[in-house]
């Protein structure tokens, strides 16, 4: 059953293997609700400005899609947004729902967009095991445990059983890279280290994050492409370059 089936079709901006604007997903319902999800697993209050121009992005993709006239005289038929984080930090929000107008303009603003904050999920539905498969990733990858470990645990206790059991190989691939990290984990507490002194080291220190998840990221495609889990067009598409280019990656 694919996504066109119920309706839906995926809005996500861009390819998280490349730079640029990108947001975590994206979809169209019946052409009528906008649905943007962030997830989170430390708390940031700036989720809200990111979100402000995913949005935008979004619109403009849609109105391209649609082929809308702006100019013109004619009200533009568009879909209503709805924005969510789905948070899975340990810290406890004081809200369920958070404003950019009241906490960036202390309500002063013309325009305003808000998100509705998600944290749990008291049925056992997907939602809910999806949650409780972040906050499992995070502490296997504390504790030094495996990526197999945690599927193999998550296939156990019925947690995304048949999504992990389907797409196993591609799970671990893209999950290896989550969990190798160490330099981008090095540079990245030494950017909390740093914070407050000169904007231009902040830079660098987020540029070289960037770059170490980027390297990180083209590696699992190469690797999930050789092993024969993607096609050559599907892996290319994902890091943003011509197959001819791709093959001179895998020749590398």
């Known amino acids: 059953m694919t996504l066109s089936s119920y309706d839906v079709k995926k809005l996500t901006l861009e390819k998280i293997f490349?730079?640029?604007i990108y947001n975590d997903l994206g979809m169209l319902v019946k052409?009528?609700?906008?649905?943007?999800?962030?997830?989170?697993?430390?708390?940031?209050?700036?989720?809200l400005v990111r979100d402000f121009?995913?949005?935008g992005e979004t619109f403009l993709g849609y109105i391209k899609m649609k082929k809308l006239n702006i100019y013109g005289t004619k009200k533009i038929d568009i879909p209503i947004p709805e924005l969510?984080?789905?948070?899975?930090?340990?810290?406890?929000?004081?809200?369920?729902?958070y404003s950019l107008?009241?906490?960036?303009?202390?309500?002063?603003?013309?325009?305003?967009?808000?998100?509705?904050?998600?944290?749990?999920?008291?049925?056992n539905?997907?939602?809910?095991?999806?949650?409780?498969?972040?906050?499992?990733?995070?502490?296997?990858?504390?504790?030094d445990k495996s990526v197999k470990e945690l599927l193999d645990t998550c296939i156990k206790k019925d947690i995304l059983k048949e999504f992990i059991e389907?797409?196993?190989?591609?799970?671990?691939?893209?999950?290896?890279?989550?969990?190798?990290?160490?330099w981008v984990t090095k540079v990245y507490e030494e950017s909390l280290y740093n914070e407050g002194k000169e904007e231009?080291?902040?830079?660098?220190?987020q540029q070289g994050m960037q770059q170490g998840i980027q390297q990180g990221s083209i590696k699992a495609i190469l690797n999930m492409f050789k092993k024969g889990l993607i096609k050559i067009k599907d892996a290319a598409s994902e890091l943003g370059v011509s197959e001819k280019e791709f093959m001179k990656l895998a020749k590398a």
């Open 125 to 143: 539905d997907i939602l809910s095991q999806y949650l409780t498969f972040i906050k499992m990733s995070d502490e296997y990858r504390i504790k």
């Open 18 to 20: 490349t730079n640029g």
């Open 200 to 205: 231009g080291i902040q830079e660098g220190i």
């Open 84 to 97: 969510y984080v789905l948070y899975t930090g340990k810290d406890k929000l004081k809200k369920k729902t």
């Open 101 to 123: 107008n009241e906490e960036f303009y202390d309500g002063k603003s013309p325009i305003d967009l808000k998100i509705k904050v998600i944290t749990t999920s008291k049925k």
């Open 53 to 55: 121009i995913y949005l």
């Open 166 to 182: 389907e797409h196993y190989k591609e799970v671990v691939e893209v999950m290896d890279v989550l969990f190798n990290q160490d």
């Open 31 to 47: 052409n009528r609700i906008l649905f943007l999800m962030e997830e989170q697993s430390s708390w940031s209050i700036n989720i």
